[in-house]
């Protein structure tokens, strides 16, 4: 099993940035792909950003990149989202995951952990 824990969510102005966290225990972090996504009130979860555990090939959501970035230490067993020039648009839960799969999947329904997700709002 893995455990996962999100930090980092809050309220920000349009334009502002917020850094997320995901510490992970329970097994071996550095074979483990690691994901960031979000669900907004009504919507589906949707891919924000993944990074693997081999080679540390990333992936963004079209929505978020060249604003977003994931990042991991495997020494502090954390993921990190750093997110720059929010929108309004990117509020929602923002969710922690992780797989052994590689190359990371870019759909929730690839990864087998999940944390409890911290909330993420963006006024404009």
Do not use: H
Request: net charge positive; aromatic share 10%.
């Amino acid at each position: 099993q893995v455990q996962l824990v999100e930090s980092g969510g809050g309220l920000v102005q349009a334009g502002g940035s917020l850094r997320l966290s995901c510490v992970a225990s329970g097994r071996t972090f550095s074979n483990y792909a690691m994901g960031w996504f979000r669900q907004a009130p009504g919507k589906e979860r949707e891919l924000v950003a993944v990074i693997g555990w081999i080679g540390g090939i990333t992936r963004y959501g079209d929505s978020v990149k060249g604003r977003f970035t994931i990042s991991r230490v495997n020494a502090k067993n954390t993921v990190y989202l750093q997110m720059n020039s929010l929108k309004p648009e990117d509020t929602a839960v923002y969710y922690c995951a992780a797989d052994r799969s590689n190359p990371p999947p870019i759909e929730s329904k690839g990864w087998n952990y999940w944390g409890q997700g911290t909330q993420v709002a963006v006024s404009s």
